[in-house]
């Protein structure tokens, strides 16, 4: 007997629940077989075995890695300064790490701590350039001894010698890959040798204003191994040590995609169209009074993993109370420096 479907049309005529129905007892396929009589694996098709084999390559072979973001729950906070924060803690972090970062960079130009001052009053420019090289590349650690690896590695400018880096002591932000060995190191001898000398290089043309200096400096600091982070932090610390007049004007952050600064630069701000993030991050600095340089550690350290140590990247300061009070204040947040992240 002919039976009505829920749309009050015999089934066999309904287009929809005739279709339903060849779907549903659509008598399933036998499965092919190869001539050893195991079932054949069309073209394309991953087996188990190879995801298996493809996961034990580990992360150079094209593993799959799944980052835990540092993201509080949304609580309705908006805030048209920093679009892609949902939640009050999150913003509230921020504020805390513009404020740390912000005093790292004074200390460094009125204070600056361990190797950085030895950098900051070297008799000869070329070693102090030269140590501000090596602290950027090699990076302090985050324990009680955070320069030992520095200055283990440290050899004059002068020598020509390169430095002995086998196992050598790297801190969080490091760009020293051992299998390159060297290489970025002697790449970055030659860059300065090219233009005469390590301050030639970093200057460029007399006539170029600090921002236009600085900006052909991160161009030209492009060498192997040595990415947008390092390159972006030695010319913050050449900066605010007074060894090369440089004044940053943005992040440079359309170099690399997976820089850890670009990504939580693009989560904060909630787009990553370069020339938009370049604006928003422009009018953040501008609308909060801090160097766009410190937006650099700030980011990184606020987008870690939740209970993740600081990276000081060498400081032995706290965030000024007042600078922190007014960020807070300028993002709208008020929340105790105890509340837990959701």
Same mark, same amino acid.
């Given at each position: 007997?002919?039976?009505?479907?829920?749309?009050?049309?015999?089934?066999?005529?309904?287009?929809?629940?005739?279709?339903?129905?060849?779907?549903?007892?659509?008598?399933?396929?036998?499965?092919?077989?190869?001539?050893?009589?195991?079932?054949?694996?069309?073209?394309?098709?991953?087996t188990g075995q190879q995801r298996a084999r493809s996961s034990a390559r580990g992360h150079r072979g094209g593993e799959l890695r799944v980052r835990r973001m540092a993201r509080a729950a949304d609580d309705g906070y908006r805030h048209e300064l920093v679009a892609g924060i949902r939640a009050t803690a999150d913003a509230a972090r921020l504020a805390d790490e513009l404020a740390f970062s912000a005093t790292r960079l004074?200390?460094?130009?009125?204070?600056?701590?361990?190797?950085?001052?030895?950098? &900051?009053?070297?008799?000869?420019?070329?070693?102090?350039?030269?140590?501000?090289?090596?602290?950027?590349?090699?990076?302090?650690?985050?324990?009680?001894?955070?320069?030992?690896?520095?200055?283990?590695?440290?050899?004059?400018?002068?020598?020509?010698?390169?430095?002995?880096?086998?196992?050598?002591?790297?801190?969080?932000?490091?760009?020293?890959?051992?299998?390159?060995?060297?290489?970025?190191?002697?790449?970055?001898?030659?860059?300065?040798?090219?233009?005469?000398?390590?301050?030639?290089?970093?200057?460029?043309?007399?006539?170029?204003?600090?921002?236009?200096?600085?900006?052909?400096?991160?161009?030209?600091?492009?060498?192997?191994?040595?990415?947008?982070?390092?390159?972006?932090?030695?010319?913050?610390?050449?900066?605010?040590?007074?060894?090369?007049?440089?004044?940053?004007?943005?992040?440079?952050?359309?170099?690399?995609?997976?820089?850890?600064?670009?990504?939580?630069?693009?989560? &904060?701000?909630?787009?990553?169209?370069?020339?938009?993030?370049?604006?928003?991050?422009?009018?953040?600095?501008?609308?909060?009074?801090?160097?766009?340089?410190?937006?650099?550690?700030?980011?990184?350290?606020?987008?870690?993993?939740?209970?993740?140590?600081?990276?000081?990247?060498?400081?032995?300061?706290?965030?000024?109370?007042?600078?922190?009070?007014?960020?807070?204040?300028?993002?709208?947040?008020?929340?105790?420096?105890?509340?837990?992240?959701?």
């Amino acid at each position: 007997m002919p039976s009505f479907c829920r749309h009050g049309r015999l089934e066999a005529n309904c287009p929809v629940c005739s279709k339903q129905q060849k779907t549903t007892f659509a008598p399933a396929k036998p499965a092919r077989r190869s001539a050893d009589g195991q079932p054949a694996v069309r073209p394309g098709t991953v087996t188990g075995q190879q995801r298996a084999r493809s996961s034990a390559r580990g992360h150079r072979g094209g593993e799959l890695r799944v980052r835990r973001m540092a993201r509080a729950a949304d609580d309705g906070y908006r805030h048209e300064l920093v679009a892609g924060i949902r939640a009050t803690a999150d913003a509230a972090r921020l504020a805390d790490e513009l404020a740390f970062s912000a005093t790292r960079l004074q200390q460094l130009e009125t204070d600056p701590p361990a190797l950085y001052c030895e950098a &900051a009053t070297a008799e000869d420019r070329e070693e102090g350039l030269w140590l501000a090289f090596l602290i950027a590349y090699l990076s302090p650690r985050e324990d009680e001894d955070p320069w030992a690896g520095i200055r283990a590695a440290h050899v004059p400018w002068a020598g020509g010698e390169l430095p002995h880096l086998d196992g050598v002591a790297l801190g969080p932000r490091t760009a020293h890959d051992p299998a390159r060995g060297a290489r970025t190191i002697a790449a970055y001898r030659a860059w300065a040798q090219r233009a005469g000398s390590q301050e030639a290089a970093f200057a460029g043309d007399p006539s170029w204003d600090p921002a236009r200096r600085i900006g052909r400096a991160f161009e030209r600091l492009a060498l192997p191994g040595f990415g947008r982070a390092p390159r972006y932090e030695l010319l913050t610390v050449v900066s605010h040590l007074g060894l090369v007049d440089l004044r940053p004007t943005s992040l440079q952050l359309t170099v690399d995609p997976s820089d850890p600064t670009v990504v939580a630069a693009k989560r &904060a701000f909630g787009i990553g169209e370069p020339t938009e993030l370049r604006h928003r991050t422009s009018r953040l600095v501008r609308e909060l009074g801090v160097p766009v340089e410190a937006l650099d550690l700030a980011l990184l350290n606020w987008n870690r993993a939740p209970n993740s140590a600081r990276i000081t990247a060498g400081a032995t300061v706290e965030a000024d109370p007042e600078r922190l009070a007014v960020l807070r204040d300028a993002l709208g947040v008020d929340v105790p420096d105890d509340a837990p992240a959701a």
